[in-house]
């Protein structure tokens, strides 16, 4: 009886050893915690680099010889020798009395330099000479083509009030012609050109004037002269009729 007492308690033992032992081998699982992805850091775009266009190729001159640099320095101070005659001749220089003072230092300058200088220099010089004396000169034609042009203006509107354009159309588009061909001359700042074009408009319309001023006399002469006639027959006929009236039938064949 005892010995079965033994049996069952260890027996109960083993049981509950077993259950104790299969707890602890299973135990329960916690719950899964979903990871929060990390969103990584975001880099700034970098701007872009600017694009280094390569600079243009600057031509190279073909270099020039002595012989070439004194043939064109001398060509230029003959040029400018030229000018400062024109000038002088025609008393320009006090339209621009710097510029011509700087022409002739410079243009003395050249000629110091023909027996001995680099040739550069010469040209230089011979340049800038060219450069003062055509200053002056232009400012001189502008003035006078400015001063010509108003004349042209003002014996065109002269042709134009006893109908020029009409009683002599081919003199006056031809004089018209001059004077348009004056005022591009000036647009492109050919002073000289425009200043000797303003003067051949203004002796053409000034022709075309005269003409027409001399048909319209010699016409208004003649209508003159008829009504002088026409008075004088009237005045011949009534001294007629005083001295030996005309009888009806006479007077009507005479009106007839």
């Given at each position: ?130 450069k003062e004396f055509k200053e002056v000169l232009d400012k001189a034609y502008s003035k ?113």
């Amino acid at each position: 009886m005892l010995k079965n007492k033994i049996l069952l308690i260890f027996g109960l033992f083993l049981m509950f050893t077993f259950l104790v032992v299969g707890c602890k081998s299973d135990p329960e699982t916690p719950p899964t915690e979903t990871p929060v992805e990390e969103v990584p850091p975001v880099e700034p775009t970098p701007e872009p680099e600017p694009v280094v266009e390569p600079e243009p190729e600057i031509p190279q001159e073909p270099s020039v010889s002595e012989e070439e640099l004194l043939a064109n320095a001398k060509k230029a101070a003959e040029n400018a020798t030229s000018m400062k005659d024109k000038i002088e001749e025609l008393s320009f220089a006090s339209y621009d009395e710097s510029s011509y003072n700087e022409g002739l230092l410079a243009l003395e300058k050249y000629n110091s330099l023909i027996e001995e200088g680099k040739a550069q220099e010469k040209l230089d010089n011979a340049i800038l000479a060219e450069k003062e004396f055509k200053e002056v000169l232009d400012k001189a034609y502008s003035k006078l083509a400015s001063e010509k042009k108003s004349e042209v203006i003002q014996i065109r509107e002269k042709a134009l009030e006893i109908k020029s354009q009409k009683a002599d159309k081919v003199g006056y588009d031809a004089a018209q012609l001059l004077f348009t061909t004056a005022e591009a001359s000036t647009a492109t700042k050919e002073y000289e050109m425009a200043y000797n074009y303003y003067v051949k408009a203004k002796d053409a319309f000034n022709d075309v004037y005269n003409n027409v001023s001399a048909k319209r006399a010699a016409a208004l002469e003649a209508i003159e002269r008829a009504k002088n006639k026409a008075a004088d027959v009237d005045t011949f006929a009534a001294e007629a009729d005083k001295i030996a009236p005309l009888s009806q039938e006479e007077a009507n064949q005479e009106a007839e």
